[in-house]
């Protein structure tokens, strides 16, 4: 069992830069395939980024690349999303999981965290 609990959303502007955290309390956390997601306003949920067990692999959605970079410290415990140029069409509620089956990039993510608030104004 794990559980998720983001931090580190806000209100920001065009251009700025947010990190966000995951912290995951519970055993083995190396374990566990880590990803973002994120929701906005009337839309479904999408893939934002993931990264594998060791932290050695990541990969992202083709609109983020370039300004979001995925990261984990499994000796603390915490995945982290550091947001940089932010656009208006990156206002949403992001989402940490943790998927303890499947393969790197394709984990089956089975914990959710509630969710932090990123809004951009423009």
């Known amino acids: 069992q794990v559980q998720l609990v983001e931090s580190g959303g806000g209100l920001v502007q065009a251009g700025g830069s947010l990190r966000l955290s995951c912290a995951a309390s519970g055993r083995a956390f190396g374990s566990y395939g880590m990803g973002w997601f994120r929701q906005a306003p009337g839309k479904e949920r999408e893939f934002v980024a993931v990264?594998?067990?060791?932290?050695?692999?990541?990969n992202y959605v083709d609109s983020v690349k370039g300004r979001f970079t995925i990261s984990r410290d499994n000796a603390k415990n915490t995945m982290y999303l550091q947001i940089n140029s932010l656009k208006p069409e990156d206002t949403a509620v992001y989402y940490c999981?943790?998927?303890?089956?499947?393969?790197?990039?394709?984990?089956?993510?089975?914990?959710w965290g509630q969710g932090t608030q990123v809004t951009v104004s423009s």
């Open positions: 990264i594998s067990r060791s932290g050695g692999m990541t």
């Open positions: 999981a943790a998927g303890s089956g499947g393969l790197f990039p394709r984990y089956e993510y089975n914990y």
